[in-house]
């Protein structure tokens, strides 16, 4: 009989062999591909046709070659051994050698990985042990195995501290990492949900809702080709979470995701950031419709209208202008390209105003010809077309004189027509009509809540932004105003979308409360909400801190239950003068005590300046509250409670975000 150590190892001898067989293929697959690549770029190519192909092809070729680079680490993770004896091992992508049944390497996203992660001691689904392995390098350090079936423990089994425990023990380094080797099964049902709409994430803070959104991404990308095809975008709240969680997706193999924040996506770049008033006016949905009403305003407004045409006016009705209003509406154009379509019917009226008046001419003339005979009718019904500014010739047939389709043309040309036209249906900017709404001076400068406006201005004015994606992702979506969903709405016709968020988190703008307030003005009812209820990041001791504060900021919900225990926290008490140098010795104390540990201070950004000055940063990342949202560190200490209430209207819930960033220990220092 082996000993629990002698069969561990040798367990991780019998998984080295066949690691060892799936890096050599993907080597194999790499220098193929590699090849490939090379290939297809030196082979000459004659014609634009022959180009595009050319680089279509490379496109694909060195994509390929990204994804099985970035397989290297952490290729293989995990393995099912089913009740009868299949064996699957599931790791980062598929691997399959040709004329062998299976897979030797099932992508986690395959259908068949899903046991892996939803398998349980109830439900085995087909399972009798579910196998981690730690792999360094190209190395098996160690297996732990879940037996599912209810079966005793052979010799080959190796049970002990779940792969959980130990990823949720690794130090904090400031970027988030995927954890697809620990996915859990409630995580992973919404990853690999089928539903194809909009997917709703909530849970308290550290239920792993952004692990759930990126790795969602992620499956999207693989299970839903017509998705991945149009593009997947992952909206974060600030470029400091997303530096945070930028290396998620591409170690996962996935490079082809834009990472945005909802400023950035407008494209303009804001000098200032609003105030909360101010953020919260302009980001409801009263704004949306106070532009379209503005924009509408512009569109012909009622009354007649005269052009001039060569040397005479042409008069038409109000009649006339509010059709060719309602016809360049009803194109349903935004304003800029539906003038053309009111262009093209006012000339039609003009035109046919003008096609009324020859005849009329031509039967006065005729009446003169029979009043006086020996006349040119010819001549005369020549000139008086060149009379209305026409060069028509003469013609055989009076009733042909008149040529539409030329005057039409000539009338589509003309500067005064333009004119006209320009004065009824204004040619728009964003810019200018964004301006007008809010009576700013030309000139004056933008702040971050102007862009959703000028977003939603470009629509109304030019049309649908051009970049649009297949999937859309948003993290910390409690940030989101009403305008800000529209922005996001619009670059989404699919209406494919994974939105998690926290509605106690929730920063001063945001005016809803929960999903359907502020998903259901642009979504009714169309979205799967799922919650998540487990806490990995923060300790259950300084989450029973937490608790009367959670039942204030969000009555209705229920505290989290968390996985990870650990110190009490503690706090300090310093004199208002002493504040920053107590708040270093903390850090020091904390250094020395726990080195390698990621620490950071939390402050109201009031207070930023002050702490900088002290040399913080020497021990640990200062973070503005405003800005923690999504963050994580080992340990935090959070710098006058007090303040960072009483900074913004949502000073309450910034405190919770505070509190909940730390993994391990927290400390307040308070005056
Ligand atoms: N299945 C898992 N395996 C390992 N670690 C996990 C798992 N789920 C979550 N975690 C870890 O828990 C921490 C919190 O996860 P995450 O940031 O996704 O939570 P969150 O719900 O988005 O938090 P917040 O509300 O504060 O933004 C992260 O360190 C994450 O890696």
Partial sequence: MTTHDEGAAAQAEVEQAHVAAMYGLLDERLAEARTQLADVLRSPSAGPGEVFARDVAADRLARRVRRLEAAEQGLVFGRI????????????????VDGRDLPLLVDWRAEAARPFYAATAVQPMGLRRRRHLRVEGRTVRAVSDELLDGSAAE???????????????????????????????????IVRSPHRGVTVVQGGPG???????????????????????????????????????SQVLPSLGENDV????????????????ASFDAARRKGSLAQAGALAELVGSMQAPDGGFAVRVGREWVRLGSADVAESRAAARASGLAHNP??????????????????????????RIDAEIAASTGLDL?????????????????????????????ARANLMGDAYVDRAVESLWP????????????????????????????????????????????????????????????????????????LVGDFAQAGPATTAGDWPQALGP??????????????????QEILATTHDLLARIAPGQTPIRSIRHGEAPSSRTAGRDTLAATVADELAAQAAAHPGELLAVICADGRLDELSAAGVTRWARLVPATEARGLEFDSIVVVAPDEIVAARPSGERDLYVAITRATTRLCTVAY
């Fill in 338 to 363: 539906a003038r053309e379509v009111f262009k093209e019917h006012l000339v039609d009226a003009v035109t046919d105003a003008l096609e009324r008046s020859a005849a009329e001419d031509l039967e």
């Fill in 258 to 273: 834009v990472m945005s924040t909802c400023v950035q996506l407008g494209g303009v770049v804001p000098a200032a950031v």
């Fill in 155 to 189: 010799a080959g089994d190796v049970v002990g501290d779940g792969p959980l425990v130990e990823a949720l023990a690794a130090r904090r380094t400031g970027r988030m990492r995927a954890v697809v080797e620990t996915l859990q099964a409630e995580q992973d049902e």
């Fill in 207 to 245: 239920t792993g809702k952004t692990v759930v959104a990126l790795h969602r991404a992620a499956y999207v990308l693989y299970a839903f080709p017509d998705a991945a095809a149009g593009g997947v975008l992952v909206l974060g709240p600030n470029p400091r979470f997303l530096d945070y969680i």
């Fill in 81 to 96: 051994d089913g009740a009868e004896g299949t064996v699957l091992h599931i790791g980062r992508l598929g691997l399959h």
């Fill in 522 to 539: 642009h979504l009714g009812d169309r979205f799967a909400l799922h919650t998540l209820t487990v806490g990995y990041r923060t300790t």
């Fill in 427 to 498: 040619r728009l900017t964003a810019e200018a009509l964004v301006r007008t709404l809010l009576g700013h001076a030309p000139g004056a400068p933008w702040t971050d809540a102007d862009v959703p406006l000028l977003d939603e201005a470009a629509e109304l004015v030019d049309g649908p932004p051009e970049r649009t994606f297949g999937h859309v992702v948003v993290d910390e979506a409690q940030e989101l105003t009403a305008m800000r969903w529209r922005m996001v709405l619009r670059r989404c016709p699919a209406r494919s979308m994974t």
């Fill in 378 to 406: 010819d001549a005369l019904a020549a000139s008086g077309l060149r009379a209305l500014g026409f060069d028509d010739g003469p013609s055989a047939d009076p009733a042909e004189v008149f040529d539409a389709a030329a």
